[in-house]
């Protein structure tokens, strides 16, 4: 790995999206940050080791799982390293001096949007408009000088380009959050590991998914979460993700880890990692 | 529920969507079609017997479940009373006489322009723009008289709006299909029901989701498909939905019931009705 002064982390979207926040609060602020256009190049810059580490949301409170990035972490031979719950706060933004009631069009992630429906939904006459990014959709208004639009991004995106928060906390939900995953070239996981992760697929018989859940449930192992993915080219097969509690150097979790190995037509660990217990 | 001629379905999005084509496929073509902005005015269009059926999708086989759907047919009382398996097929969306060389942006919804992301990036110099529905692009760049832009619909959305297919088959993965499924304002399952929907939630304890699939693997009921969906406002826990095989009229599938509903601390059945075991 090219030497570097401070490490180098790998996201998906413009400066002051989401995911840099998630950066800065796992790695601190000390960190070079490579923004990329999809995730996809997120996972490809830290195989390359254009970047030491990535960092890629994995699921939302609210809207459930980005399952593009459970697609990569297949794909890809990168490991989860840890874990990073983070509150998400949705503003609605605008350029400084405009006001709220000359607001004719707001932009943002499909996502964004969604969440923040029922807020955006009273704000009368303005029309929604969907956009590949929140953060980038700041950056649009404020370089096409959209005087009229506001954008739905976090507080980091307002102040990375110099625009004003015109209502703060417009997400319907207050509780809602975001866990990121990080991600790195290496095969050792942190001696503090206590959460792994692993993906399996199954013959498609009766009692084939009851049977691989015992290889934990008999040895008492918690399940965190349980996902279901279809096998792109194989209609209504599916890949399943779980997280359980422990990892593969204590005895127990490596003996449910050959059970499942019986039962599974494919099994890959993809990563053990110190599991991240607040909710903030 | 008032008197119609002909049934009608009430689906989401434009003329021309999918949903449309499905709701042809399941009902045939003497229906009345309610085109609707949401799902959720799906949803209500049927519970308000504003429509007779709703038709929404739920599952696709590259990008996995349709999230909010599965949390609305949680909050509103509808049944599922059947379910349709539509192979999808994106078009690349013009105006005639136009050339393929000659586009410049293409429009569509974000879940299409993922479906067909290796080949819009074979277009040299094309912008890709998110848009809020397939069909919806296809309308707009028609009205907005966008002579250099293009939409990724269906063939029918070409036909609704008199465009012209640029290039037909624009999908990565030739084996895209959605799974659909048919609300009612019933209680009463169809005759021919043989597959079930259900919605749980369990204690966060270890070994409880074992527990709870045992209620199927005890009985040799076959399970389709499981999907866990956060809980809002708590966040990491979860709603387990899951498609089994039988409906509750016979005794082993009422006995897995009354199981599971020992077990559950939440328990929801979201219809039964006939399996589409077509893959086409």
Redesign the interface.
Same mark, same amino acid.
């Given at each position: 790995m090219p030497k570097r002064n401070s490490p180098c982390v790998a996201f998906q979207g413009e400066r002051g999206a989401y995911s840099e926040i998630a950066a800065c609060r796992f790695f601190g602020n000390s960190i070079e940050l490579l923004p990329c256009e999809s995730f996809d190049l997120v996972f490809k810059s830290v195989e390359s080791q254009k970047a030491d580490s990535g960092i890629v949301p994995i699921?939302?409170?609210?809207?459930?799982?980005i399952?593009?990035n459970y697609d990569l972490l297949l794909k890809h031979r990168l490991r989860i390293v840890g874990e990073l719950?983070l509150r998400v706060e949705h503003n609605l933004i605008g350029h400084p001096g405009v006001a709220l009631n000359s607001i004719r069009m707001v932009f943002s992630h499909?996502q964004a949007l969604?969440q923040c429906q029922g807020n955006t939904a009273k704000l009368k006459g303005v029309k929604i408009v969907?956009?590949?990014d929140t953060a980038g959709s700041v950056k649009k208004i404020k370089e096409e000088r959209l005087l009229n639009a506001a954008a739905i991004a976090s507080e980091l995106a307002a102040r990375t380009y110099g625009m004003k928060i015109l209502k703060k906390g417009i997400q319907d939900?207050p509780?809602n959050?975001t866990r990121f995953l990080v991600l790195r070239k290496t095969q050792t996981p942190p001696a503090d590991a206590n959460k792994t992760s692993l993906v399996f697929s199954l013959k498609n018989v009766?009692?084939a998914?009851? #049977?691989s859940?015992?290889a934990?449930?008999l040895r008492?192992?918690?399940?965190?979460?349980?996902?279901? #993915?279809?096998l792109?080219?194989?209609?209504?097969e599916?890949f399943f993700y779980i997280d359980f509690?422990g990892n593969p150097k204590e005895p127990n979790c490596r003996s449910a880890l050959a059970h499942l190995g019986e039962i599974a037509t494919f099994l890959k660990v993809l990563g053990s990692y110190p599991r991240d217990a607040r909710?903030l």
């Open positions: 699921e939302n409170s609210q809207a459930g799982c399952h593009q719950n499909p969604m969907a956009a590949y939900n509780e959050f009766p009692g998914l009851f #049977r859940l015992s934990f449930a008492d192992i918690d399940l965190y979460k349980i996902e279901s #993915r279809p792109h080219g194989k209609p209504w599916y509690a909710k």
